[in-house]
């Protein structure tokens, strides 16, 4: 079937869901993935090896992923959106990456190179350098057309994020950013700053060629990489089409001739989909749709991970009465956590400030149950304390672009604040508004949504509980805790850095209570029958497509 025609099918089933009142639940699934434990050296090697049992590659085929929901921009330092790094990942590449070898568990694969060949850390812990590939061109696209891939691409890069980026909190420290030759890159430190290794394989930092960084073209609307695929055609809110990037760097990938991702917002149309063959891979799927699926297509393959992106409700902490610790800590004692998540994952576990995901420095999760306990009536007796005996009225921000599993939470939510006498309504706000405007501007009393399933535990603390951190999206202002968050940055020291971090998620579920890890579910992915060597590693960017291949 022609791509016009796939799309025009879709949606018409996406029109039937909606007529029908079909719905599934869930929280995007692997829309929202991030890596896990990572290693500070390595090199590149050739394409990984394919699963044993998946048989010779096929070379061919157009793999098609119905996705969601659209972002509102492909300039991926404009938005830290899953909608935005998935697209543009595709097509892109970054100094390291997690090796996607089938050796490695979901979430353990170190790091290997990805631009970068080799890498070196001075003994003082502040000069990092990095040897590139000598054989990488940029896609063949005006105004770039196929140059060699140089390290002031880097440097032009990094300087652009340190300028206007969000992720500028992963170059701490940094001091200079240079170019020695056309193949090395030199970052200096002020002083040691332990993630940033970590970070140069974040699913955030895509690196763009300086035509991009100079604006002679327009980075918000076309992607320009040196990835796997050659991203040709975004329509926003219908379609993302990928064509195979002859000219990429890894020999004999990718398989696929091209992939498209459709976007279809119901559930309801992408299982339906699914399940007529239409689309290769279904994500965002609860546990009754998975069984449905699984019986309605007997030779599709069902992979279950641990989640990354943890189910928050979260609270503007400069409004009234969000800025009381005590209310806080009610709303937080009046969900049942554990009921949540069997009504609407069926599975999964408590979850803390460092997502469970990241092992080394996580909470265990008997701890996280102790220090999160579902307790209406001393809930009752905070707020009564707090000067709210008969609770409060407030609205309660959500979307359903991550799938209607997350609406089904946050009216899970607003039941169990109705417990304590706190009187919910519900705002649902479309995907876009949410992410880019509402949550990032602080433009919300209360809210329910999912957590980026970032790579690094100072992601997950500093970036968003410092008073100056980026993602600091709740209005946290506590200087104790500032200082905590800085200390564990500059801990090289790993043993030293997890007592700290874990000290950290104690002091945040305790003395701030926001925002507030509801649960984390697992990770449901559905492969189709012809999809082979699926090698995933949880991260944005898809790139693992580069290893897939479609046995027609």
Not at 148 to 165: K, N, S, W
Not at 226 to 249: A, C, H, I, Q, S
Not at 375 to 390: I, M, N, R, S, T
């Amino acid at each position: 079937m022609r791509r016009s025609g796939i799309h025009r099918w879709l949606a018409a089933l996406f029109a039937l869901a909606l007529l029908a009142g079909a719905c599934g639940g869930d929280d995007g699934g692997t829309d929202e993935v991030g890596a896990g434990d990572t290693e500070t050296d390595g090199d590149t090697g050739d394409a990984p090896v394919p699963e044993e049992g998946e048989g010779e590659p096929q070379p061919g085929g157009t793999l098609i992923v119905a996705a969601t929901s659209d972002g509102d921009t492909l300039d991926p330092h404009a938005s830290a959106s899953f909608n935005v790094h998935n697209r543009v990942g595709l097509a892109s590449s970054r100094l390291l990456k997690p090796d996607l070898s089938a050796e490695y568990e979901y979430g353990e694969a170190p790091l290997t190179g990805d631009l970068a060949e080799e890498w070196e850390v001075s003994d003082d812990l502040l000069t990092y350098t990095f040897h590139l590939r000598d054989d990488v061109v940029w896609h063949d696209m005006a105004p770039v057309n196929g140059r060699p891939f140089v390290a002031d691409d880097v440097v032009a890069t990094f300087e652009r994020i340190l300028d206007e980026g969000f992720q500028a909190y992963m170059l701490e420290n940094v001091t200079s950013i240079e170019a020695p030759d056309e193949h090395t890159v030199v970052i200096t430190l002020s002083q040691p700053f332990a993630p940033l290794l970590n970070y140069m394989g974040n699913h955030h930092m895509w690196i763009m060629p300086r035509e991009g960084v100079e604006g002679e073209y327009d980075v918000s609307t076309q992607v320009i990489g040196t990835g796997p695929f050659m991203l040709t055609e975004w329509d926003r809110g219908v379609t993302t089409v990928y064509e195979k990037n002859p000219d990429y760097f890894e020999e004999g990938v990718p398989y696929l001739d091209g992939v498209e991702m459709p976007v279809v917002p119901d559930q309801g149309a992408r299982t339906a989909a699914f399940r007529a063959g239409e689309t290769h891979i279904i994500t965002a799927v609860n546990p009754e749709e998975t069984a449905s699926l699984l019986a309605a297509v007997p030779d599709a393959r069902h992979l279950q991970y641990i989640g990354t992106a943890p189910l928050i409700m979260y609270v503007n902490m400069e409004q009234e009465p969000f800025n009381d610790l005590r209310v806080r800590r009610a709303m937080s004692m009046a969900v049942d956590r554990e009921g949540l998540g069997d009504a609407l994952y069926g599975s999964g576990h408590y979850t803390g400030p460092v997502n469970a995901h990241v092992k080394a420095f996580a909470l265990p999760e008997d701890e996280l149950a102790e220090l999160m306990p579902y307790d209406v009536e001393a809930a009752k007796q905070l707020l009564a304390d707090a000067g709210y005996p008969d609770g409060f009225s407030t609205t309660l921000m959500t979307t359903a672009g991550y799938g209607p599993r997350i609406v089904n939470g946050a009216e899970w939510v607003v039941e169990d604040l109705a417990a304590i006498g706190i009187d919910a309504e519900i705002e649902v706000v479309d995907y876009a508004t949410y992410i880019g405007q509402r949550w990032a501007n602080v433009e919300y009393e209360m809210a329910v949504g999912l957590q980026t399933p970032f790579q690094e535990a100072d992601e997950w603390l500093r970036a968003q509980h410092h008073s100056d951190g980026s993602r600091n999206w709740w209005n946290i202002n506590d200087p104790e805790l500032d200082t905590m968050l800085d200390e564990q940055a500059a801990t090289v020291d790993e043993d030293e850095r997890i007592s700290l971090i874990q000290d950290i998620q104690r002091y945040i579920v305790e003395e701030v209570s926001n925002p507030m890890q509801l649960w984390i579910g697992d990770t449901e992915i559905i492969l189709g029958p012809t999809v082979r060597n699926y090698l995933s590693q949880p991260q944005y960017g898809t790139n693992h497509y580069a290893y897939v291949w479609l046995e027609e």
